[in-house]
């Protein structure tokens, strides 16, 4: 089922010697065009084919009101402007890498250019299911939104001229990740750097206990050639390498030789930046940060923006070497 979604308010800019002559479809949502003096009319505004998960259909949305959706997902709206600002820029520009019209590659699932599934894209919730969310405080967080957005309106990252993979994630422990070692790949823009101000995040250091037999079961089910047993495992169990970052890359158990990422899928960790401390009482597993720790910290976004950076800041900071441009000029090519 697909269904096409209209934004709850349409803003406009004010327009000099401008005369609205039509309102026009665009993929199932309505956008006005204007005619300037002398000008050509302005692009059509892009829209998203997004596969919501939780109902199982295709929704065709507005860029800009499927952005409001993503942000209020992946950062509190609690967060200072410039933090929600950046983003809102990095979902933007996450987002255009994965629209044919600027050259990128879609999600694809269900013929849709994105999902509502944050462990494929971006985490989306509707903009009706967050004011219920926000409860009294919905009109005032609904308005930083919108201001984040209106104020970074059509802004990218980019990279050589093109969208960046802008990743992010909630928070670093101290230090954010080279993409190469996490996902093997080297991206210029996507390299370790210090991410001060965290301390107070959310899930910045856990600890989890186990017991012995308990350890070795769910590590044996996940990896059923480590042969793992409780009794021996100080001598099965070696941490033997870790990233810039701090997290850990590679580890011993028993007879395999797994990667600091699959230890956390295997014991759903908050993060592979983790010790490892096995003694006659049980395991115990502690861990710093939360996500991959590739691209933009949101918790360092928001130390940034309190101690009085920008978003142009705070993206520089964590994209290294990177550039702002508008959508309008990637369309224009």
């Known amino acids: 089922m697909r269904k096409t979604v209209f ?7 004010a327009l000099t010697l401008a005369l609205l002559v039509a309102v026009a479809s665009v993929r199932g949502c309505f956008a006005l065009r204007a005619l300037r003096e002398e ?7 892009p829209t998203v084919a997004l596969y919501d998960a939780k109902r199982g259909e295709v929704l065709d949305l507005p860029l ?13 709206a609690s967060f200072p402007a410039a933090a929600l600002e950046a983003q809102a820029v990095s979902a933007r520009t996450y987002t255009a890498k994965r629209l044919a019209a600027f050259g990128g590659k879609p999600c694809g699932r269900h013929g849709a250019d994105l999902c509502s599934d944050s462990s494929c894209c971006q985490a989306w919730r509707s903009r009706e299911e967050h004011m219920e969310r926000w409860g009294d405080d919905a009109q005032f967080y ?3 939104i919108e201001r984040a957005l209106e104020e970074t309106l059509g802004v990218v990252a980019l990279y050589g001229g093109k969208p960046i993979d802008a990743l992010y994630f909630s928070n670093s422990g101290g230090r954010t990740e080279d993409a190469a070692d996490v996902f093997g790949a080297d991206v210029p823009y996507l390299v370790s750097v210090i991410s ?7 899930h910045y250091e856990d600890s989890f206990s186990y017991t012995r037999k308990e350890f070795a079961k769910a590590l044996n089910n996940a990896f059923p050639e480590a042969g793992l047993t409780a009794n021996d495992l100080e001598e099965q169990v070696e941490i033997l390498s870790r990233s810039e970052g701090g997290r850990v890359t590679e580890l011993r158990l028993g007879e395999v030789t797994i990667t600091g990422r699959e230890f956390r899928s295997a ?4 993060s592979a930046g983790f010790t490892i401390d096995i003694s006659s009482d049980g395991v115990e597993v502690d861990t710093r940060g939360f996500g991959h720790g590739v691209g933009m910290s949101q ?5 940034m923006a309190l101690d009085g950076s920008d978003y142009k800041e705070i993206l520089a900071h964590y994209y290294t070497g990177i550039t702002l441009g508008t ?3 990637i369309a224009r090519g």
Request: hydrophobic share 40%; net charge negative; aromatic share 6%.
């Open 142 to 144: 609904a308005d930083k």
């Open 39 to 45: 000008e050509p009319p302005p692009a059509e505004a």
């Open 64 to 76: 800009e009101e499927y952005l409001f959706g993503v942000v209020a997902s992946e950062m509190p």
């Open 196 to 202: 001060p101000g965290e301390e107070d995040a959310s």
């Open 299 to 303: 918790y360092g976004a928001r130390a």
């Open 267 to 270: 014991l759903g960790l908050p």
């Open 327 to 329: 959508l309008d000029e």
């Open 7 to 13: 934004p709850v308010a349409l803003r406009l800019p």
